[in-house]
């Protein structure tokens, strides 16, 4: 155990030489927080408003007329907070409730259902610190446990063995857990870095991050789960081919990243897609992620649960495949 701590340091001070490593820890992260957080500046061409009570399907139906709002029956006002483009309609207490990103479309809804429906609409607003820019930034920090976690493990393990770093460490008094748990609370490291400069982002856009110690934990979970992810695909790789586990990486977590909820909503995908993107590894991080950071609440314990076996199970894995002496 005592080389764990040292060998940590040597990873770390060796890697945050190279200019690609900053690139990818810190700029990275920034572009990929800036672009996904202006796209969501755009207009939104349909405001979803869910309905009930009396005639909920005939609301909704005329709702759907509209060039602007599209109506759907069922629903309940806790979408309002957790969803930037949603609001509620209850025809039996004609009350609307809304957030106050959608302020400016109460006055057009009120007047619209104000012809077939001559009763007032009263408007409720709820208030949500889910911001389009809250989502995004949330999603770019989930997003990195992934890349951080498997492409640096591949990407750091793979360099070491070109430059024939691996045989010096495999005739050092180095044991191969040691190995591994080194680069793992490297990866952690890292990814801690990257998020802090997500977060100074969001802080300058105007999100508020809930920075508690649960987050610290969920997100360092989170890493080892991918990192051991990254272990189990190094390991598997023919070390006289080994960058290819940087490929075989690559061609996993780009998919991961875009095909979840770190940038865009379930409801955005073709239905078909729609259970994939809602419990994937990098969905239900970000959903933890996010009940932590932006709505303080207490995170799915299923989900939680989920994290913490799917980890476990790949640094077990990981720990057997991947060593230093073949």
Do not use: C
Not at 67 to 83: C, D, E, R, T, Y
Not at 143 to 161: P, Q
Not at 176 to 182: F, G, K, R, T
Not at 296 to 321: D, K, Q
Request: hydrophobic share 50%.
């Amino acid at each position: 155990m005592r080389n764990i701590i040292p060998t940590t340091v040597a990873i770390i001070k060796d890697n945050l030489r190279s200019r690609i490593t900053v690139f990818f820890i810190i700029f990275f992260p920034l572009i990929l927080g800036i672009i996904f957080s202006l796209i969501t500046v755009t207009p939104q061409p349909h405001i979803i408003v869910y309905v009930q009570g009396e005639n909920a399907t005939e609301v909704a139906s005329y709702l759907n007329s509209s060039k602007l709002f599209v109506g759907i029956v069922g629903g309940n006002p806790s979408l309002v907070k957790l969803n930037q483009q949603v609001m509620f309609l209850n025809t039996t207490s004609r009350k609307i409730y809304y957030n106050q990103l959608e302020s400016n479309y109460v006055p057009v809804l009120q007047a619209y259902l104000s012809s077939p429906h001559k009763d007032y609409f009263q408007a409720k607003e709820l208030i949500t610190r889910n911001t389009p820019v809250a989502y995004e930034l949330s999603g770019v920090i989930g997003v990195l446990a992934l890349s951080n976690g498997m492409l640096g493990i591949t990407g750091v393990g793979s360099g070491y063995y070109r430059d024939k770093l691996i045989d010096r460490l495999a005739s050092s008094p180095l044991k191969d857990y040691e190995w591994i748990v080194s680069l793992m609370i490297y990866e952690v490291v890292i990814t801690v870095i990257s998020t802090v400069v997500v977060l100074i982002l969001g802080v300058i856009l105007g999100f508020l991050p809930l920075i508690s110690l649960s987050f610290i934990g969920v997100l360092a979970l989170a890493t080892l789960m991918f990192s051991g992810f990254g272990t189990i695909i190094f390991g598997l790789s023919p070390k006289d081919k080994i960058a290819i586990s940087n490929t075989v990486a690559s061609v996993i977590v780009f998919p991961l990243m875009f095909i979840s909820n770190a940038f865009f909503y379930p409801n955005e995908f073709p239905a078909f897609f729609r259970p994939f993107v809602n419990y994937q590894p990098v969905s239900i991080v970000n959903d933890i992620i996010r009940d932590l950071l932006i709505y303080n609440e207490t995170p799915n314990p299923v989900y939680f649960l989920v994290i913490v076996v799917l980890t476990l199970i790949f640094i077990a894995l990981g720990s057997r495949l991947l060593r230093l002496r073949e």
